[in-house]
């Protein structure tokens, strides 16, 4: 389906992309992973040709179809959001128009048997086909869903999309994109703008996607959830792991362990052939070994180490000592313009040493909530007192951004200095990767990853007891996040984290505060048990809704038979359960041995011994062939666990 053939990309004196090939199949999963900066959006535009790569070839299908979503913020006005996302459905609105200019066509008619009637109703009946096929009858109801999915109400179907912030408007975007249905989707960290239930949703409606999926996201559990391969670029080069990124993280590591062995076997090797050649240089009853050993080593292919990418490094300083009860608010009520209760009687207590995620709807309020925890924004009513010697650092979602952008990484350092000296300074800068010259790059220049490491490097020469995050991921790269993960989880003071990325809260949090319609609620534990309680929570909600009281009895009644149903699935289904289960080790297995036969077959010498060329191509053909009668045998029995779903559990 797509292609690419040994493409190289330079930035000056840079090489981004060396010799870089890779081939995404039909129904392939694919996660692109590397630091910020590797090339991974950059690899994504070169495929949709929206990048001039220096030499290569990109080879995509005619009969394939691409969408990709992009990570820059768009902006979206003049329409309805209905209309915006409805008239993304061109090729259905185009047959739908045609089909109409037909169907008055043959009205006007009179000569029912002539044969123009007959190539007009030809016609109509192959666009009708065309239009079942694109499931052009459900286009309004998928509409319907994909918006709700992504967290908008019904009752904003008729707003005008300039009235939506960025982030919705990327979900306008992600809603004409899925609403197209490409063949191949390329999808740029697609979860960044994504609320909690609307992540879920995201992740659940891309795994049962029936097309290929190019996927670049800093979130790990998302890539897990959906990859089943990871391509990892770094310094230029593109490696290709047969598994999702745990299995890459995995597999990769096996690899260092295997590289440093044969690195050291080498070394002694070669340190053996070196005294021999000393010890004997200038006897002449050896000259012909030694000359024999210096040739052997000359030719010998050098085992080399990958340098490991820097990380950052830093822990936060103590935490200044404070009383048990850092914030206290009591019927707390916010409303902006005097109409929105974005707030409404809001009671909170918390404690030292708590690590609290914020979670909700976009626009629920999270942001006004930690805003006010951190003492910036003000409230209308109620109160909010802090305990004893409470000192508050917050780090907000466009802080970044609000850097004065004349200044450099130093002077923003100097600007917060709370006693530590230049040399100080420069050695936490050097922990969040701003070395020599870099700590005197002006800040317009940083990128939006570099604007976060600094905002966040602020943080560490400033004292304090509870420390309010808004979304401190979002241009931290996988790494760094990690590190960030782990200094949060060290710190001994309080934290509160609003964030959506659940792999990240679950490595910090032991309590999850919702924010939902003006008020609050509050969980004990990590995002996979409020998940489940808020599943169940919805599941309760639109039974009650969808029945009135007097059926109360006769809910019950059909609570007993889902049970029953549940119960008979779970028996059912464990066989078929089992055999994907199977068959997705087995894919796994192959997928790996199709890997190695690909590094095998581009090595530049592997046509030198001709009979073994053939019998790798052969046997790469038999995998293949393989591979593609096990994905067979894959959707047979996905099918069978679909229909089996909607016999027990839908009914």
Known sequence: MV?????????????????????????DRLSLVGVNGAGKSTLLKVIMGLFNYDSGKVIKSRHSTYGYLPQETVRLKGKILYDEVYDSADNIKSIEDELREIENELKSFEDKESEDYMDLLTTYSELQEQFTLLEGHKLKSKIEKLLIG????NDEFGKDVGIFSGGWQMRIELAKLLLKNPSVLLLDEPTNHLDFESLVWFEKYLIGYKGAIV????????????????????????????????????????????????????QKYLQQQEKFIERFRYKATKARAVQSRIKMIEKIDKVELE????????????????????????????????????????????????KIAVVGKNGAGKSTLTRILAGIENYNSGGMKYGYNVVPRYFAQNQA????????????????????????????????????????????????????????????IEPSNLLILDEPTNHLD????????????????????????????????????????????????KSSEYLNVLETENAEQEQKEAKPEKEISAQYKEGIENKKRKKEFTKIAAPVKKKISEIEKELGE????????????????????????????????DLSQKIENLTASWEKEAENLSELEKKYLNN
């Open 590 to 621: 192959l997928e790996r041995k199709k890997i190695y036969l690909e590094q095998e077959m581009s090595k530049t010498d592997f046509f030198k011994d001709s009979d073994f060329a053939v019998e790798i191509k052969f046997e790469y053909l």
């Open 401 to 460: 951004e609000e850097m004065d952008e004349s200044k450099t990484a130093f002077e923003i350092m100097l600007e917060v200095n709370s006693g530590e000296n230049v040399t100080g300074i420069r050695n936490i800068l050097g922990g969040f990767l701003f070395h020599g010259d870099d700590v005197d790059k002006k800040i317009g220049v940083l990128s939006g990853g570099e604007k976060s490491r600094l905002a966040l490097a602020k943080m560490l």
């Open 307 to 354: 340098q490991e990418t820097e990380k950052i490094k830093f822990r936060f300083p103590p935490a200044v000592h404070s009383g048990r009860i850092l914030v206290e608010m009591s019927d707390l009520t916010k409303s902006y313009d005097g109409i929105k209760n974005v707030l409404d009687g809001i009671s909170l207590s918390i404690e030292r040493g708590e």
């Open 478 to 525: 996988i790494h760094s996040k990690e590190v960030l993960q782990k200094a949060l989880s060290g710190y001994e003071g309080t934290v509160i984290i609003v964030s959506h990325d659940r792999e990240f809260i679950d490595g910090i949090i032991d309590k999850i505060i919702e924010v939902k319609k003006g008020g609050i609620k509050t969980y004990i534990g």
């Open 3 to 27: 292609i690419l053939e040994n493409i190289n990309v330079n930035f000056g004196t840079r090489k981004l992309f060396d010799d870089v090939n890779l081939r995404v199949g039909g129904k």
């Open 215 to 266: 996927l670049v996201s800093h979130d790990k559990e998302f890539l897990n959830n959906i990859s089943r391969k990871t391509a990892e670029i770094h310094n230029g080069v593109l490696t290709m792991f047969g598994g999702n990124y745990a299995f890459y993280v995995s597999e990769k590591e096996k690899r260092r362990e295997m590289l440093e062995n044969q690195f050291r076997n080498q």
């Open 150 to 153: 992504l967290g908008f109400e």
